[in-house]
């Protein structure tokens, strides 16, 4: 079956692209979310069922690592955030299946996708789908995304697995102009699919949409912190200081604030299972956070940053993160660090600047 071929309109919209490309033909099989047994797409009518209902499914696992298609009203918000136009060169980070690349192909007909795949076996499985399908104009790559230089320049540019960081080759791969929909990953809490637009100098977040995807893998994955660790190394660094009350931080905004230190890379929060959470620093202190107190282990300085932290949220007047204002840059562009009233997150390629 040609599936690309019965489209003949040079601009669709996204749900004329969804009935172009419906998503049972893009999964061969899956687990099953009730009997959690790999069953084939096809095999019966109640499994085709479930490809059509509004939720993710996986698609290949390991003992670590899973892959899934995303939820479909997920995948079409994602796709009207991109703003596609015809003739437009699209990149993505994770294949999977091709449906999301196959329905991009859709919208940016005559232009082309280079969507990257890390597990060969997806990429080839995928790779053949979409020929067999008549998905022509999409491109295949097997290989690590985050790494790679891009040989193109891209309008446009999407994550569809969750990452710390922005690779410096797509601070130069995207066009000035172009969009790139990232998915950046917190250590608790809901990931940030980040609507990134290309500034001369570096790219400005116009729309931030909590989210949830499975996260990158390969050279750059994101690193897992160990609750039990933390816990001894509390102890060994003997007993807490308790440091200001922040007496306003009442105890329904210290979701909030736990929220917004999150985002801060000289934190790594960890969730407790008391319910405590505590944050280590490079200077290797922690900060416990209690509902009304907060408790300082170790030499002095986590509290110091925090302190500054909170300071600003609390001037901004308590935002929810997704309404500070973000700007990415690349790190050998990023504005003099502790600027007053701005945050600023550091990854090895780029540094994140918050600001309200
Ligand atoms: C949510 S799934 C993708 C869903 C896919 N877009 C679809 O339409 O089926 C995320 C994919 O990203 C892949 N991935 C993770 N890290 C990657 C990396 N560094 N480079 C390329 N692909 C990666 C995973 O193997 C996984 O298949």
Redesign the pocket.
Known sequence: MNLEVKHKSSRLTVSEAFLLAPREHFVDHFRHPVSGEWVRGSTYPEHREQIRRDMPLAIWANDS?V????QPTFVRRCLELLHIEPGQRVF?????????AALISLLCAPGVVDT????PE?ASQARHRLRRLGFDRVRVHTG???TIDHPWQYQRGIF??GAQDVPASLHIAIEVGGRLLFVLRRHVGPDLLLVLIREITHFRAEQMVPCS??P???ETKFPKHDVQSMIDLTSKLGPGRQIDKFDDVALVRLERVKEFLQLHDEFRALKRMDGEFAWVTEAGSVLVAKPWTWFEYGPEGAAREVQRCLRCWQEWGNPRVEDLELNVYPRECAPAPRVPRQIHMHRADSVFVWSA
Not at 67 to 70: G, K, L, N, R
Not at 92 to 100: M, V
Not at 116 to 119: Q, S
Request: proline content about 0%; cysteine-free.
């Open positions: 690592v892959s899934t298609i995303s993505e980070l994770g294949t999977g299946s091709g449906w999301n990257y795949e890390i597990i997806l690590d995304a985050m569809t697995a995807f499975v990158v893998t390969g």
